[in-house]
């Protein structure tokens, strides 16, 4: 009989391990296409709204259709259509990394955070709240989401060289516009074309957003900071300290002289950020626009480096290769949708789950309002896609239990934009963790759990406060 000293022969129990991201969106889109064989086909009629010029659904108009379950071959090819869905965002990931390869190269943009964390040694914690705040200014009243990835590398680099980890510049940049996004102040993008939707005044309801946005900053910081004072106290307590990202270090004892071509290249990556906000402000500029911006700074960037064309040819296809793979995330993410649209079962789901929201009792209908668009977020991960799908079928519903179609509006903004930080459809999410360097979905999810179920809450006590005080208006 053997003695339990030897605990070599102890069995050791199977540590759980969530899958490399590929594998985990595959499973995901092997589900949908599942799905297509047990769901029936189904379809809402679509029309024009005069109001707004969109096309959206006849919420009295579903019916059922022949099935269209999708083939084992499908499965395969959702794959190149899901690129060729997502190729902006896709184009934008790339182009963006690439021409900030050739300004790294430079050396420039070391040198000057090292010099800014020396001139502001003692003020990290200050500094990180200046930048949230920017960022959850620019998601809560600009509604910017996929935009904010190019800011995504410069924050990282910033939050290591001050002691942190990426983590903490990826949440300080992402997860506090996402957040405002969510809340959407004057977001036009979920906000605004709701409230167009349902012939309410733009952006009425702002005090109460406003209220909304005080408390949700108040809470983020909280959380953020906390774990950014224990990885600085502590670098062994970070989420990603076993990992080797592809971010490279910042030398801040011997930095190097900032030479007049470094500031010469510093300016060139400044006026490409310029130009990339205000191109999208006022000029309709998006993704490709952006893209573009990056490209012709980093190429600028390199001239003024002394870079001969070579050289920058090679910087930039390094810094290609380096992210191409988020491009490949970001299109298995799109594929999702691609096989529940191709299977026709996209309105069946979406039918479903308002008759469920409709044998609520009446006092649970706002909340499960709320509860069925975080659900629909993960299929529909785009805000406004979401909105001409969802809020023509929940504004009459709101008027059906004598609710506010203001209410319907809350439960739809908070229920889309909280999740888009951490479900892995979102192609905004999936480039911007690789353009932090490569940090692992599964990684991040489990970091970003906690203040997901914080937020998910809070947001459930406002749409049950805005019931409750019936906000209008109407």
Known sequence: MNSGGNVDNVKKRPHFRVPHVYVLLFFIMAAAA???????AGQFERIVDEATGRTIIDPNSFH?????PVSFFFLFKSIPLGIRAAVDVIFMVVLTMAGMEIINQTGALKIAIANMIKAIKGKEYFLLIIVGLVFTAIGAFVGWAEGIMMFVPIGVALSIAMGFDALVGFDIVTL?????????VTNIYTVGVAQGLLGLPLFSGLGFRMVMLIVLTIVSFLWILRYAKKVKENPAASH??????????IDLENPG???????LVLVTLVAGFVAAVYGCLKLGWFMVEIGACFTLAGVIGGLFAGMNLDEIAENYGLGARKIISAGITIGLARAILVILEQGL??????FYLANMVQSLPTSLTALGMYLIQVIINTFIPS???????TIPILGPLAEIIGSQQQVAVIAYQLGDGFTNRIIPTSAALMGGLAMAGGIPWSRYARHVAPIMGIWIVIGGIFVIIADMLALGPF
């Open 345 to 350: 079962i996209v309105d069946t789901i979406i």
């Open 64 to 68: 059922y259709i022949e099935s269209a």
């Open 383 to 389: 805000g406004s896609g979401q909105a001409v799908v």
């Open 240 to 249: 990603v300290s076993d990992l080797h990202l592809d971010i490279e270090e």
């Open 257 to 263: 002289e900032f030479t007049l071509r470094h500031k």
């Open 34 to 40: 599942i799905a297509t064989y047990i769901l029936p």
């Open 176 to 184: 506090m516009a996402g957040m405002g996004f969510a809340v959407g």
